[in-house]
């Protein structure tokens, strides 16, 4: 029975942290025995906001040596870099030319990293209900005004505030770049290319997948079938590490704040600091719950790191405080690190670069024969 496949990539971008190993490459590590498995480095999406060239070809090399020092095999799985298959751009073009703008507008990622925070629709709800319900702008005082005074002056605010939103929205979209706006596209296209069945990320990915297979199936039924429809893979208690400076957030890489994370370039010393940083809830119990946000999330790193079930963690500190947790927390998070970071000091750039070649040279022939494909369907002539 041939394997199932699997795709996915992380960006050679920021400090990368344990989320995004507890969120992707913990999995991927697990899944490569039972999985056909593609592992890649996403330099093409990386450029989607500004890098320093040389940061980023340090930065591409780095991440393949976390995913080395995991436990990706290159026996097992393929590793490659994106930008050494150019199908991956090829397609993403094919693909824009199947996708709406709207279809990208919606992409929270697009909004939170362009700036556009405020929604769309909730926008519309607000100006639709302000322009139904004119009700507002009378008080007690008011009861004989004029109602025709009230509808226009609701209609104004509504005018003004119609204005000031599209103003904002419109300011921030043209200063914002193309490749962010397509971004999605691209890492549909990465998926897709592979008919890939199941692709393992954290939960901040689920809408893109989303997109993947949309559009899997918009191409399908315009052309005929051709694309696997992927389906996602989390594992719920990895799947949202939060900032260890603020549990409403999740841990990212490009926080404004090295207190938010915990990265495989931190020393133990580091990361000593930043788990005895991390922000509490009130009160001194050590409980798993949702009242709990900040401890949740380092009950949770802890469990996934010494493979301990959070009730048993309860158990383990019931009595104790923070500081006895937060000591043995520190201990576990370095006794992770410290081998990892030795794994990836042992490995060389060019050991790694020449596993990377060797990766894009036995996965490229798969997606040209895909590509192949859809250029036939689609009219062109190959
Ligand atoms: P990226 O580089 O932001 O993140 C890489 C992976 O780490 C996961 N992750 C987290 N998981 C748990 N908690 C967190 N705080 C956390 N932060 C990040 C992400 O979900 C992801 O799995 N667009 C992708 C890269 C990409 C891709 C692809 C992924 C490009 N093409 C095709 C899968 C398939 C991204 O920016 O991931």
């Given at each position: 029975?041939?394997?199932?496949?699997?795709?996915?990539?992380?960006?050679?971008?920021?400090?990368?942290?344990?989320?995004?190993?507890?969120?992707?490459?913990?999995?991927?590590?697990?899944m490569q025995d039972e999985f056909e498995s593609i592992f890649c480095v996403v330099d093409m999406h990386a450029i989607t906001v500004p890098q320093d060239p040389e940061v980023l070809r340090q930065k591409t090399i780095e991440v393949a040596k976390i995913y080395l020092a995991s436990g990706i095999d290159p026996q097992k799985s393929s590793l490659f870099i994106q930008s050494h298959v150019p199908e991956h751009a090829e397609l993403c073009w094919i693909l824009n030319t199947i996708t709406q703008?709207?279809?990208?507008?919606?992409?929270?990622?697009?909004?939170?990293?362009?700036?556009?925070?405020?929604?769309?629709?909730?926008?519309?709800?607000s100006l639709t209900d302000l322009q139904n319900n004119p009700h507002p702008y009378f008080d007690d005082e008011n009861t004989d005004t004029d109602i025709n005074k009230v509808?226009?002056?609701?209609?104004?605010v509504a005018y003004e505030t119609a204005r000031e939103f599209i103003k904002k929205f419109i300011a921030k979209f043209n200063s914002s770049g193309v490749g962010l706006f397509d971004y999605p596209v691209l890492m549909a296209a990465d998926i897709i290319l592979y008919d890939t069945q199941t692709v393992p990320v954290g939960e901040d990915q689920l809408q893109h997948i989303e997109l993947a297979r949309d559009l899997?199936?918009?191409?399908?039924?315009?052309?005929?079938?051709?694309?696997?429809?992927?389906?996602?893979?989390?594992k719920k208690e990895g799947m949202r590490i939060m900032g260890l400076d603020d549990p409403s957030k999740k841990m990212s890489k490009s926080a404004s704040s090295e207190y938010n994370y915990i990265a495989f370039s931190d020393s133990e010393e580091i990361i000593r600091k930043?788990?005895?940083?991390?922000?509490?809830?009130?009160?001194s119990e050590i409980v798993y719950r949702d009242e709990k946000p900040a401890l949740k999330n380092l009950i949770n790193i802890y469990s996934l790191l010494a493979d301990k079930k959070t009730s048993e963690i309860e158990t383990m500190y019931a009595g104790k405080g923070y500081g006895d947790f937060k000591n043995d927390l520190a201990?576990?998070?370095?006794?992770?690190?410290?081998?990892?970071?030795?794994?990836?000091?042992?490995?060389?750039?060019?050991k790694v670069l020449e596993i990377l070649r060797e990766g894009a040279e036995k996965i490229r022939p798969i997606a040209k024969k895909k590509l192949d494909e859809v250029k036939e369907k689609i009219g062109f002539i190959v």
């Open positions: 029975m041939t394997k199932k496949r699997i795709f996915s990539g992380i960006q050679p971008s920021g400090n990368l942290h344990i989320g995004n190993y507890l969120g992707a490459i913990a999995n991927w590590v697990k703008n709207g279809d990208l507008t919606k992409m929270t990622q697009f909004k939170s990293k362009a700036g556009i925070q405020f929604d769309l629709e909730d926008f519309e709800k509808i226009k002056l609701s209609r104004d899997a199936k918009r191409f399908n039924s315009k052309f005929g079938e051709t694309f696997v429809v992927p389906e996602f893979f989390i930043k788990i005895r940083k991390a922000v509490t809830d009130s009160g201990e576990i998070v370095v006794n992770f690190m410290k081998p990892m970071q030795e794994r990836i000091s042992g490995l060389s750039d060019e």
